[in-house]
């Protein structure tokens, strides 16, 4: 696979005739009419969004993927992967979409893309977000239980049972007035560290490949996981957690 990334691509959003006049600035030079974005705005991050999507080509094949000004190509076998860059930048020319070539890698077994680990196992959570828990030490005030479910919320897909394994947390910042470190938080921030050093892994599912959902209620929490079958064995695809606010925890279970 290759991971590519677009040269200044704000400033390869060329901006209608009739809208350059709505983005123009004066200088020791004179009045000056830009005809590319210059500002990440909302309307510019959103207009880049489409270009890359309209370029890169046949975004419907799992060979290409784009978000923003970040692009992957993703090839099955390692001959084609070749002529399916090709493919790519062929596109990327006729639009006159340029690349920055030292945000480029070509010919990887894997790398980062928009946060996660691609590799051709599946998607990895960032060993760096893992590393800052694994890293932490025991909070001693409010703001240290913020960063640490912070950090925990940054990995919530990739973790079965979030919300149950922070909920102690969560209890903690619900006492503002009065911080207080408990052994019920201590037990489940060490379990926490020890789920974390495992490696944490979503697999990909096949094209009309039946999936399983399953739910997971407790008192303080909702939780449910998507996954594929091989064989006997269940793949996680997706984690999804959600803690209760008080008044969720009174509803009563649907019939």
Known sequence: MSFLDAFQGYNQIRLAHDDQEKNQFRNRSGHLLLQCYAI??????????????????????????????????????????KQDLQECFDILQHFG????????TFGVHGGKFLGFMISQRGIEANPEKIKAILEMKPPRTIQ????????????NRFISRSSDRGLPFFKVLKKIEKFQ?????????????????????????KDEETLYLYLATSQGAINAVLTRKEG????????????????????????
Request: charged share 30%; proline share 8%.
């Open 40 to 81: 990440r705005s909302k309307k510019c991050r959103s207009d880049l969004s489409k270009a890359c999507k309209q370029h890169v080509p046949r975004t419907d094949r799992e060979e290409y993927g784009s978000y923003i000004d970040d692009m992957m190509v993703k090839s099955q076998k390692k001959e084609n992967h």
């Open 97 to 104: 979409m340029k690349l920055n070539p030292t945000k480029c």
């Open 144 to 155: 240290e239980v913020q960063r640490l479910t912070g950090r925990l919320a940054a990995l």
């Open 181 to 205: 470190w408990t052994p019920q938080c201590q037990e489940a921030f060490e379990k926490l560290k020890e789920y974390l050093a495992s490696p944490l892994l979503l697999t990909k599912p």
């Open 232 to 255: 006997r064995d269940h793949h996680p695809v997706y984690y999804v957690s959600k803690t209760l606010q008080r008044a969720e925890e009174k509803y009563p279970p649907s019939p």
